[in-house]
C-alpha cells in the first residue's frame, strides 16, 4: 500500500471510529461481554474500511454500510457475536479473493502468458477471415484477392493492440507499468496460418 493509501486508509479507520462512538450502542447495556463487543467493533471498523479504500481500487462503487436485521434471531448474545465474527470472516475472505483476481489478467487469468496471448491472436484471425469470407461471396476470391494480405496483418494489429489492455490486471502491485510480452513473431505465424488454411479452403472448394 502506498503512503497515500496508508494515509486514506487510516483516515477511513478514524472516521469509522467516531461514527461507531457517536451512534453505536449504549455503552450502558454492555455488561458481561463488553471485551467481546469492544473486539467485534474493532473488527468491524477495520472491514469497513477495508472495504470503503478497496472499492475505488477494485473499480466498483462503495458499499453502503447501514446495519440490517438478522434473518433469523439469536438464541442468545453469544451466538449473536459468534453468527457476527463468521460473517466478518466470510466477508474478509471474499474481500481477499476479490483483491486476488483483481492482481490477475483479464483475459485467461490462469493461463500462461503465451497461451493466452496467442489464444488472443488466434481469436483475432478467425475474426478477420470471418469477414474476408462475407467480403468473398460478395465481390468473389479474384475480387477479393487482396484481402488475403490485409486480413493476417489487421487481425495481428488487433491482437497486438488487445493484449496490451487484457493482458494486464486491473489492479498492480507496483507503479511501475510492467513490460508486457506480446509475443509478436508467434502471433504473425500464427494470423498467417489462419489466413493460409482459409485460403486454401476457399481455392479448393
Not at 481500487?57 to 447501514?66: A, D, F, I, N, Q
Request: glycine fraction near 6%.
Amino acid at each position: 500500500m502506498t503512503a497515500d493509501g496508508t494515509a486514506h486508509y487510516e483516515r477511513l479507520l478514524g472516521e469509522l471510529a467516531a461514527e461507531l462512538h457517536s451512534h453505536g450502542s449504549p455503552r450502558t447495556q454492555r455488561t458481561a461481554f463488553d471485551r467481546d463487543l469492544d473486539e467485534l467493533d474493532n473488527r468491524l471498523i477495520a472491514l469497513q474500511a477495508d472495504l470503503l479504500h478497496a472499492s475505488p481500487v477494485l473499480g466498483v462503487s462503495r458499499p453502503k454500510l447501514s446495519p440490517s436485521p438478522p434473518a433469523s434471531k439469536p438464541v442468545n448474545s453469544r451466538q449473536a457475536i459468534d453468527r457476527a465474527h463468521h460473517h466478518i470472516d466470510a466477508a474478509g475472505a471474499a474481500l481477499q479473493r476479490a483483491r486476488r483476481w483483481a492482481t490477475m489478467p483479464r483475459f485467461l487469468p490462469r493461463a500462461r502468458p503465451k497461451v493466452r496471448h496467442l489464444t488472443v491472436y488466434a481469436l483475432c484471425a478467425i475474426v478477420a477471415v470471418a469477414v474476408h469470407a462475407l467480403v468473398i461471396l460478395q465481390y468473389g476470391v479474384v475480387g477479393a484477392a487482396i484481402g488475403f494480405a490485409i486480413a493476417p496483418l489487421s487481425a495481428f494489429a488487433a491482437g497486438f493492440l488487445l493484449i496490451g489492455h487484457l493482458g494486464r490486471p486491473r489492479v498492480s502491485n507496483t507503479t511501475k507499468r510492467a513490460k508486457l510480452n506480446r509475443y509478436p513473431k508467434f502471433g504473425v505465424l500464427l494470423c498467417v496460418a489462419v489466413d493460409l488454411v482459409a485460403a486454401v479452403m476457399w481455392l479448393t472448394a
